[in-house]
């Protein structure tokens, strides 16, 4: 079934030169690109997407890296395009993450781990229309 999926390439990963390669291992998998653009977020934005998290002794940090820089926003569809993203990104911790992955391949830690995407079809939605309207999708 197609499905959309929203993703981030990370700042740590925009800034280390990664872009181009995890959007290629992305095309390579099959996903194809509905929407893109690079955005430098504010704070009040990157809390506002990660709002779920805010009581996680992590938030301020992580809000703090997703605001050190800009990053890739966009929007994938495929088969089973949530679950097809998740596996293409390996496991949060980068150092758990397996070779072939986009974080064993260009993430660093838990934190700064090069890639987000949507972990099922509610938070997808909500997380597209966050950084997305109609007329930026094509098809
Ligand atoms: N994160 C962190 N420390 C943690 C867990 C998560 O800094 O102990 C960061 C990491 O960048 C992760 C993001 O918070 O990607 C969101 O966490 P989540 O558990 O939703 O992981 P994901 O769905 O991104 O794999």
Same mark, same amino acid.
């Given at each position: 079934?197609?499905?959309?999926? $929203?993703?981030?390439v990370?700042? %740590? @990963? /925009?800034?280390?030169?990664? *872009?181009?390669?995890?959007?290629?291992?992305?095309?390579?998998?099959?996903?194809?690109?509905?929407?893109?653009?690079m955005?430098?977020? *504010?704070?009040?934005?990157?809390?506002? #997407?990660?709002?779920?998290?805010?009581?996680?002794? #992590? #938030?301020?940090?992580? =809000?703090? $890296?997703?605001?050190?820089? !800009?990053?890739v /926003?966009? =929007?994938?569809?495929?088969?089973? @395009?949530?679950?097809?993203?998740? %596996?293409?990104?390996?496991?949060?911790?980068?150092?758990?993450?397996?070779?072939?992955?986009?974080?064993?391949?260009?993430?660093? %830690?838990?934190?700064?781990?090069?890639?987000?995407?949507?972990?099922? !079809? %509610?938070?997808?939605? *909500?997380? =597209?229309?966050? $950084? #997305?309207?109609?007329?930026?999708?094509?098809?």
């Open positions: 079934m197609k499905e959309l999926t $929203f993703s981030i990370k700042p %740590d @990963a /925009v800034a280390a030169g990664n *872009t181009g390669n995890i959007l290629q291992m992305i095309l390579d998998a099959g996903l194809k690109i509905k929407a893109m653009k955005i430098h977020m *504010t704070k009040k934005q990157a809390e506002g #997407f990660y709002a779920v998290h805010k009581e996680r002794p #992590f #938030f301020g940090e992580l =809000v703090e $890296f997703m605001t050190s820089g !800009p990053c /926003v966009s =929007v994938l569809e495929g088969d089973d @395009a949530i679950r097809q993203y998740r %596996d293409l990104m390996g496991p949060t911790n980068s150092s758990e993450a397996p070779k072939g992955t986009i974080r064993g391949e260009y993430g660093t %830690d838990i934190q700064n781990n090069a890639c987000h995407g949507s972990d099922g !079809p %509610d938070t997808a939605k *909500t997380e =597209v229309a966050y $950084f #997305f309207n109609r007329l930026e999708m094509v098809g």
